[in-house]
């Protein structure tokens, strides 16, 4: 392939992996909003360098020509979870949607790779539209935990540094820090109840009083100075209690009270 093709080709792999990570992320903000704990922790894409796809269709015998068809990776959104149970939630979650289409699953959380790698990878076929029309493209996503996102960091920069050819005493080594994280992992799990309790409270504390705050700011531009004052001093007694229920409360009739102004508004239209 010439060279100058290259940019061109890449450039619905660079519009797959954008309009995905927005897709994913917002994800998180809707569990989120609705006081949820998110099985999605974080989302990062990428297109694969020219240099990477040279390199891998040179390892695998893929000719250029057909890099496209054969080569899933090019494209690729990796999801980091927090907790191993988290990594099934994603998957149900993908093959639910209506625009991706599963065209591979590999496990190898289940089928750990010889090098000690975890992680679950699906290859999905993504419709981009562009100047030239709708093309299908495969996007890689990967789902992982952040510990096995860790390890996997580490060894790939070995496999860079050695140029795939790890010594076998790093290796080793490699191993042990894998089945390490499959401890850690694990021990993780234990506690995900009260983990995801814990979150959970803390992400509907911090919408309810971001819903609180909104209130307030709005009656600035309505209510006398000496109610809004009233209102806050109110706020910063019940927030230093730290009692969500009288949070909850509070925020009832806040809404109450900014529900007042804003028909005494519509009256006077
Ligand atoms: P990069 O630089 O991350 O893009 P296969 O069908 O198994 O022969 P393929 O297509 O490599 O070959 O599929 P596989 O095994 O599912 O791996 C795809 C990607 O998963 C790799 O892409 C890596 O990103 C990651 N991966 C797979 N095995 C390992 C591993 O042992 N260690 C690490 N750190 N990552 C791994 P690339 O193109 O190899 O690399």
New binding site residues.
């Given amino acids: 392939m010439e060279i100058q093709l290259w940019k061109a080709v890449l450039t619905p792999y660079e519009l797959a992996v954008k309009e995905l990570t927005v897709k994913f992320e917002h994800l998180i903000k809707e569990y989120k909003d609705c006081g949820m704990y998110s099985p999605i922790e974080q989302v990062t894409g ?1 297109v ?1 360098s020219i240099s ?1 796809i040279l ?2 269709a040179q ?2 015998g893929i000719p250029l020509e057909n890099v496209e068809e054969d ?3 090019i494209a ?1 959104i990796r999801i980091i979870c927090q907790f191993v149970e988290d990594i099934q939630l994603v998957v149900e979650m993908i093959r639910k949607r209506s625009d991706m289409e599963i065209r591979d699953e ?1 496990d ?1 959380v289940k089928h750990v ?5 975890r ?1 679950y ?1 699906m290859i999905v076929g993504y419709e981009v539209e562009t100047l030239l029309g709708t093309k299908e493209i495969n996007v ?1 996503i ?1 789902i992982r935990t952040l510990g096995m996102n860790f ?6 920069s ?3 540094k050695y140029q795939k050819n790890i010594p076998e005493h790093i290796k080793k080594k490699m191993l042990k820090a894998a089945q390490t994280i499959v401890v850690l992992d694990s021990e993780m799990s234990a506690v995900r109840g009260e983990i995801m309790d814990a979150q959970n409270r803390m992400q509907i504390q911090s919408n309810m009083i971001s819903d609180i705050l909104n209130n307030i700011q709005n009656l600035y531009h309505v209510a006398n100075k000496r109610e809004i004052a009233k209102i806050q001093d109110e706020f910063y007694r019940i927030y230093e209690m730290n009692d969500m229920e009288r949070l909850e409360r509070f925020g009832k009739e806040l809404d109450i009270i900014a529900e007042g102004y804003r028909a005494q508004a519509l009256d006077q239209d």
């Avoid at 790779?113 to 790698?117: I, T």
């Avoid at 390890?151 to 790939?156: D, G, V």
């Fill in positions: 990428r694969k990477s390199e891998k390892r695998k080569m899933y990776d690729g590999r190898y790779k010889e090098s000690g790698y992680s990878h890689e990967q390890w996997s960091i580490i060894e790939h070995m496999q860079y």
